[in-house]
């Protein structure tokens, strides 16, 4: 069973940053496209931004281009995501995703993931 564990939410004032991290148990990260998703209250869990199971492809969700950037450390197991010049409508749990599919290409829709993690606040104050 692949566990991921996000962390780095919290609390920031607008115009600020923060940088989400994503670690997902096992030896199969490294052969899978991640990606993360965001749920704000009384809304639909919505795509954020995603990256190849190599790392030298990425997809971002136009809401956040240029503001957010996602990245991922194979060898630290370990995937990332900096979020810069943050909005109140950026306030949301955010959940990192494992793709379903070993080797395949960058999925945006929510269901080509097959593993989530428990979600992490993000909280942007205005």
């Known amino acids: 069973q692949v566990q991921l564990v996000e962390s780095g939410g919290g609390l920031v004032q607008a115009g600020g940053s923060l940088r989400l991290s994503c670690a997902p148990s096992?030896?199969?990260?490294?052969?899978?496209?991640m990606g993360w998703f965001r749920q704000a209250p009384g809304k639909e869990r919505e795509f954020v931004a995603a990256i190849s199971w190599t790392g030298s492809s990425t997809n971002y969700a136009d809401s956040v281009k240029g503001r957010f950037t996602i990245s991922r450390d194979n060898a630290k197991n370990t995937m990332y995501l900096q979020m810069n010049s943050l909005k109140g409508e950026d306030t949301a749990v955010y959940y990192c995703a494992r793709d379903s599919t070993a080797w395949g290409p960058i999925p945006r829709n929510i269901y080509e993931y097959e593993y989530w993690g428990q979600g992490t606040q993000v909280t942007v104050s205005s």
């Open positions: 096992g030896r199969t990260f490294t052969s899978y496209a």
